[in-house]
């Protein structure tokens, strides 16, 4: 079988994390890199191999499928440009930065030849794949929801706003997109946002209900410290309560007394346990198999959309309702 040449536009860490999954993977081939800092590309060459371009249209020249894992402002352009130009395209999250654009990118990703998948890893980290399966057993009331920051010093850039679009989409966008492949369509929302450390509002607080009646809270924070966890969903049923904590753990507790079951990827390597290794498997598996990503475009507008009505409610102090 003819390996699928893979092309990383953008060699930072994420970018490294996903050439050194598709460098153990006997079905592809890390063909090669371009970075705007060549030195970035020599240091993950060295590791993984590939050819270290000078252009982008160097590198759609010497591949099958694009990884754009490169600064958030930069998505729609580079992923229209690999998608026009019939590659496969893998866009890291977000999969844009406002509805302009999203719209753009979102019209020429389902007009496009080629396979679209947007980079929210979450979806396939074993906590929430296991939350996912207790969930389709047992009828879901409600949900606390939060996802945090420590900061948004390191590095540097995460709290430039030029370059990620604004704190929601640098993280909270990650369980925002969560929410949906969780708990279904998003009906209505409420929002409130304040500004503190930085200049920007960084910090909110969102209640959501949903087209199935389901409804919970969200709040998100950019300065809370690192305590663990940092994200959490705590989501009740009849007398059932399931909380996960980050990637490493789900607790399961039942009926009316303190009982509770412990699941845990404490131990499991961060690629895997962050759902990495399964989302670069799946982005193959459609490929090769000529299906629909998991996550598609489409789901990575939805996020797109739902940060940019975040933002407008806190603006206008509307309650934001959804087609």
Known sequence: MEKVKIGIIGTGYIGNVHARIYARDERTEVSALYDIAPEKAERTAKSVGGKICSSREELLEKCDAVLVCTPNKTHTEIASHAADEGKHVFCEKPFSIGLTNAKKLLEIAQNSKGVFQVGHNRRYAPVYAKLKELLSEDKAHSAHIKMNRGELLNPVWTGDTDITGGFLYETTIHLFDMMRFQFGEIAELVAYGSEHEYPELDEFSIILKFKNDFHCTFASSSDASWLFPFERIE????????????????????????NFETFSWAMTEKEERWGYVQEDKAFIDAILNETEPPVTALDGFKSVELVESVYRAIKTSERIKFD
């Not at 989501?235 to 789900?250: A, D, N, P």
């Open 235 to 258: 989501v009740f049923c009849h007398h059932r309560m399931i909380m996960t904590q980050e990637m490493e753990h789900l607790i399961d507790s039942k009926g009316t007394d303190a």
